[in-house]
């Protein structure tokens, strides 16, 4: 059984910096594809970031040269450093696991197989 577990969230203010971590179980972490998908309320959830073990990594549009995705696969984990964070980044952020896309990485939520219990980012003014 494959689970994850998010931390790191909390309130920040506008401008300021967050780092989330997600923590893995499972001997084949290195073979998955990690993302990061949040969820405002009202709002479907939305594609932040992804990695593959190689480091191919994809960023939505709205997070480019602010956040930064990575990954230690000795430690099973991988994080996402969210910089100049703004007011519209605040929601419940979720750690998601895709263990069957092959080349690049998937940005639809339906295709990850494991998801974590999400943290929440609230960025105050």
């Known amino acids: 059984q494959v689970q994850l577990v998010e931390s790191g969230g909390g309130l920040v203010q506008a401008g300021g910096s967050l780092r989330l971590s997600c923590a893995v179980s499972?001997?084949?972490?290195?073979?998955?594809?990690m993302g990061w998908f949040r969820q405002a309320p009202t709002k479907e959830r939305e594609f932040v970031a992804a990695?593959?073990?190689?480091?191919?990594?994809s960023y939505a549009d709205s997070v480019k040269g602010r956040f930064t995705i990575s990954r230690d696969n000795a430690k099973n984990t991988v994080y996402l450093q969210m910089n100049s964070l703004k007011l519209e980044d605040t929601a419940v952020y979720y750690c998601?696991?895709?263990?069957?896309?092959?080349?690049?990485?998937?940005?639809?939520?339906?295709?990850?197989?494991?998801w974590g219990q999400g943290t929440q980012v609230t960025v105050s003014s």
């Open positions: 998601a696991a895709d263990r069957r896309t092959l080349v690049g990485v998937n940005t639809t939520p339906v295709v990850y197989d494991y």
């Open positions: 499972g001997r084949t972490f290195r073979n998955y594809v």
């Open positions: 990695i593959r073990w190689s480091g191919t990594k």
